[in-house]
């Protein structure tokens, strides 16, 4: 006999979740009890509000292939966590959103704090439950690992009413969940190389949830084999080392012309991974659903993500993994016919990533030159949303597997959260996370967790004093209409010290590269605000002449 709190903590521990995230509360009170009994087997992340919470777990998902678990309390603590679970789901990552619900006596009545939560979630999850038996807990449990992480990968939310969660109950002890991927056909591999055979100009994108440091190794072997250029998917860069000389660079936004020209003339275009969004495809404009211009092979791990807005010339139903794999050990095709455009796709790439020397007294691009001759290779980058990234996409330079944590979703708020929780799971590695100033102020009272469990992360906040994707948008379409953009802004440097850490203050480009220095060697976490003008709205664009 146990409490259903015991048997979803003992389902955690069954499939090696090592730390969870929460803001706690009275309604899963016997959850939070149950974890006092594996503090040895499952690290607790207290968090200042759930939506820090669900990044953070978001994060750890993305780092890690397990499913990121997050603990809010119903209600607020649920509508908080939510944009958390939007970003799981469009990134496709594996997460576990635990909610604790009013007790079932007190269903349906709009008691305190109570919401569907299979209305609320439906939309943004791939299953939303609620366990009303105890005795079912293992049986929810399971199958949400099982659901959070087969396909494609995506967020599993379960409300667990509080008095559920208290009662005892005799069930099966749980345990770990086994995964089954979708093998590779040796007849796809053989109408993918035959196809490949008979390309003319071949590109190759990659990304898409669930990519592994296995992936990336096996389309290096495979990639080179072949002579392939590789470009990477809208905020997937760090799949394939950006310094290989068959990389061709980052389709998402602000991307290099000469790219975008590849991908349209791409013959065959062959995606491995990705979903083909919005914004990897420029609001669908580089492939045209239904039928592409371009020859389309399209490998993904869901059958449902195969031609749903695009019909594929060659549509393959596999694990990204086993699929590039299987592809590395294949005879090589004759790259003659494109070796000349596979080697002058990373030197575009290279041009295109060498910024131009701005005016005024900060020279962003210059600045994101330091920070890739300062950061080692395998330095976590993470960013949130806002104009402020497109520097960082464009030229910072990823050469490792799991170095970019950055939502697809397009959720501000994101980066500081991300780097916690990367820095909490990787302490010897160096974590930065860049954001605007209102992008940082989203989320910037998990300083407070950094604080609390000694996450020495180095955040870098670019201050312009506006909304600045807004105001570029704003000024295109009215221009000269200011309205619901302005910020009025504290002191960053100011903040970070109060949350124990080490504040710098940049106004000037020369002034950075002492600051980085500094940051990286002393023993706190640190923030650099660098004050930019705010008509540097990007990479050689100024806002007034929009």
């Known amino acids: ?11 955690l521990v069954a499939n090696d979740i090592d730390r969870v995230f929460l803001v706690p509360g009275e309604s899963y009170l016997a959850v939070l009890d149950a974890l006092y009994d594996v503090s040895n087997r499952i690290q607790v992340t207290i968090c200042r509000n759930e939506g820090g919470a669900a990044n953070m777990a978001e994060a750890y998902g993305k780092l890690t292939g397990k499913p990121g678990v997050v603990m809010v309390t119903r209600g607020p603590g649920a509508t908080h966590a939510s944009i958390g679970v939007h970003t799981g789901f469009q990134d496709s990552t594996p997460m576990i959103v635990l909610i604790g619900q009013v007790a079932r006596d007190q269903a349906d009545r709009e008691a305190f704090q109570e919401i569907d939560y299979r209305r609320m979630f439906g939309q943004m999850a791939k299953w939303v439950a609620q366990i009303d038996e105890t005795s079912r807990v293992p049986e929810y449990m399971s199958r949400a690992f099982q659901t959070a992480m087969a396909g494609r990968p995506g967020p599993v939310v379960l409300a667990l009413p509080e008095d559920m969660l208290a009662a005892k109950a005799d069930a099966p002890e749980t345990k770990a969940v086994t995964i089954a991927r979708p093998g590779v056909a040796a007849a796809d591999i053989a109408k993918f190389r035959d196809r490949l055979s008979k390309g003319k100009r071949p590109l190759v994108m990659v990304g898409g949830g669930g990519w592994t440091p296995a992936a990336t190794q096996a389309l290096t072997k495979f990639a080179e084999a072949n ?19 068959l990389y061709a660079g980052h389709v998402g936004i602000g991307a290099d012309p000469k790219l975008i020209d590849r991908v349209q003339t ?12 919005e914004m990897t495809t420029g609001g669908y404009e580089l492939l045209k659903p ?5 020859p389309l092979i399209h490998v993904h791990p869901s059958g449902e993500e195969l031609n749903r807005v695009y019909a594929a010339e060659l549509p393959i139903h596999a694990d990204v993994t086993q699929f590039l794999q299987a592809c590395a050990e294949m005879e ?10 596979a080697k002058s796709a990373h030197g575009d790439y290279i041009d295109f990533t060498t910024p131009a020397k701005m005016d005024g007294a900060v020279d962003i691009g210059a600045i994101m030159e330091t920070v890739r001759d300062l950061l080692p290779d395998d330095a976590i980058v993470t960013n949130g949303a806002g104009n402020y990234a497109i520097w960082v996409h464009r030229y910072h330079r990823y050469r490792k597997p799991g170095t970019q944590l950055a939502p697809t979703s397009g959720a501000m708020g994101y980066g500081v959260p991300a780097a916690v929780a990367a820095k909490l799971m990787h302490p010897e590695k160096v974590v930065v996370s860049f954001a605007g100033d209102g992008c940082f102020q989203m989320n910037c009272n998990e300083l407070g967790t950094a604080l609390q469990y000694g996450a020495k992360c180095i955040f870098i906040v670019i201050n312009n004093g506006i909304y600045g994707t ?14 619901g953009t302005d910020i009025v802004n504290p002191d960053f440097p100011a903040i970070c010290e109060a949350y124990g850490g080490k504040g710098y203050l940049v106004t000037e480009t020369d002034a950075f590269r002492p600051a980085l220095e500094d940051a990286l060697v002393n023993d706190r976490m640190a923030l650099i605000e660098i004050r930019i003008d705010p008509d540097d709205i990007a990479p050689g664009r100024k806002l007034s002449a929009l």
Do not use: K, Y
């Open 1 to 11: 006999m146990r409490t259903g709190g015991q048997m979803v903590v003992e389902a």
């Open 227 to 245: 002579n392939l250029p590789v470009s990477c998917a809208f905020r997937r860069q760090d799949c394939f080392d950006n310094m290989h000389p």
């Open 266 to 277: 791409a013959d065959p275009l062959i995606v491995i991974g990705p979903r083909l969004g």
């Open 290 to 294: 239904l039928h592409p211009d371009q």
């Open 332 to 341: 090589p095709v004759d790259s003659a016919a494109w070796a000349d455009d």
């Open 470 to 483: 807004i105001r570029m948008h704003q000024e295109r379409r009215f221009p000269d209409r200011v309205s």
